[in-house]
């Protein structure tokens, strides 16, 4: 099957389409579970909006992306080993959908500590998936450091396009809004991390 | 003299190689192979080809970083950002042209002014290089968000690492040529002073052209010092 081959660590010889499948549904599968705490179309559209969330941050990142690993690996080698780390992290977060939707159909709602258990289960699965993705992309840049420098821009930049693409568990509970541009569009990520803590240090 | 890995860096450059020259097979050279590039600045052939698709690839790529920089407010201000940064960079790398030959002069080097003024536009090339890189990231920012001190603190950012990398790279090509040619070139005090330079002088004309984020006219004219611009007097 294509999610195990793109798992196995020589899968350096796939190309990319055979990546993109498995990307695409492990993601729209964790997708689906992070929207079933609100449940409802939610579900449907997290599970739309996941692998939008993965290829979009890549597909900006591309650019420098190539141009720090050109020296080590090679600009058009380095579209391969991005792709299928994108690849594994996504294979693997659609493994860990089980337990969180279990989570997310079990966990009470309307309440606040619901809400909050949910969003820890859903970053200690990106923390899980992304640590092995990221351990499997520094084999193979050869470069611990290159590896990191990816990972920092990458998060940088996936930060702004997940509040861009907010909400995804919902905390209104409510199921009506696949993507509302015109109020993500106000703010941004940091600004609103940096008014949090100004806002917990008053 | 050569640490082992410098050393090891140098053998790989000895064995890459270029066919030609056009600007943007220069730039793939720039990331990935830069050795015969810098022994041709170092040896004077066809520097004035190579310095002029270094010019170029300075030129193009700023243009695009600042017509990025400028679309935070569409319009007018679009087409002056396009225009100013290319002029901040490769400005800055030429004024400063003169105080790399005189700098690399005084220790010993016989580089010409030519070749001095390819491995300035080596700097201006790399640093425009690494803004493209970031432009993608800089545009997704620029249309997702409105905070202006946000994007003003990511474009200085990205103009930071941007200015390492040029600096990083003229670095690299000194010591290259200093390795193949046997007499130095910018020893490595020289070589900091002269960075600073470069900074201060960009810096400085970055304030005279402002504003760059903001709209605003091409150029006011009003004189000032970027200091006192950043203490906020």
Redesign the interface.
């Known amino acids: 099957m294509n999610a195990t081959a793109v798992l196995r660590a020589d899968a350096s010889d796939l190309p990319l389409r055979t990546v993109l499948v498995p990307l695409v549904l492990g993601s729209a599968v964790f997708g689906a579970s992070i929207g079933s705490y609100v449940g409802g179309a939610q579900i449907l559209y997290a599970a739309i909006k996941m692998p939008l969330f993965l290829l979009s941050t890549l597909a900006i990142c591309m650019a420098l992306f190539g141009a720090l690993a050109a020296p080590v690996i090679g600009a058009a080698r380095a579209v391969g080993v991005a792709v299928r780390t994108i690849g594994v992290t996504a294979i693997l977060l659609g493994g860990l959908a089980p337990p969180l939707m279990l989570l997310g159909l079990t966990l009470p709602k309307p309440e606040p500590k619901g809400y909050q258990a949910m969003v820890l289960a859903l970053t200690a699965a990106v923390a899980i998936a992304g640590s092995i993705a990221v351990g499997r992309l520094a084999r193979e840049l050869g470069s611990r450091r290159l590896a990191f420098s990816w990972v920092a821009v990458y998060g940088f930049t996936g930060a702004q396009m997940a509040w861009l693409l907010k909400p995804w568990i919902g905390y209104t509970l409510e199921a009506d809004r696949f993507l509302p541009l015109k109020d993500n569009l106000h703010g941004n990520f940091y600004e609103a991390a940096w008014q949090t803590l100004l806002n917990l240090l008053r | 003299m050569f640490d082992l890995k410098s050393l090891q860096v140098f053998e790989s450059f000895d064995k890459q190689t270029l066919d030609s020259g056009g600007p943007f097979r220069l730039a793939?050279a720039l990331?990935?192979a830069p050795g015969p590039l810098i022994r041709d600045l170092g040896s004077g052939h066809r520097i004035a080809e190579r310095a002029g698709a270094l010019f170029f690839l300075t030129v193009a790529l700023c243009a695009g970083y600042g017509a990025i920089l400028g679309l935070f407010y569409p319009g007018t201000q679009t087409l002056f950002a396009a225009i100013k940064v290319p002029i901040i960079v490769a400005g800055s790398a030429l004024l400063c042209t003169p105080t790399l030959f005189v700098f690399n002069a005084l220790g010993g080097s016989r580089l010409s002014y030519a070749q001095t003024l390819g491995l300035a536009l080596l700097m201006a090339a790399a640093l425009g290089?690494?803004l493209?890189?970031?432009?993608?990231?800089v545009?997704?920012?620029g249309v997702?968000?409105?905070?202006r001190a946000?994007m003003a603190a990511l474009h200085l950012g990205v103009f930071a690492v941007s200015v390492g990398f040029g600096l990083r790279t003229l670095n690299l090509a000194r010591r290259y040529i200093e390795f193949r040619g046997g007499t130095p070139v910018l020893g490595t005090g020289l070589f900091l002073i002269w960075s600073a330079l470069v900074v201060l002088v960009g810096l400085q004309m970055a304030y005279w052209f402002r504003p760059l984020l903001m709209p605003g006219p091409f150029h006011s004219g009003e004189r000032g010092l970027f200091i006192s611009y950043l203490l906020g007097s």
């Open positions: 793939g990331l990935r290089l690494m493209a890189a970031f432009a993608p990231i545009w997704f920012f997702s968000t409105e905070g946000f």
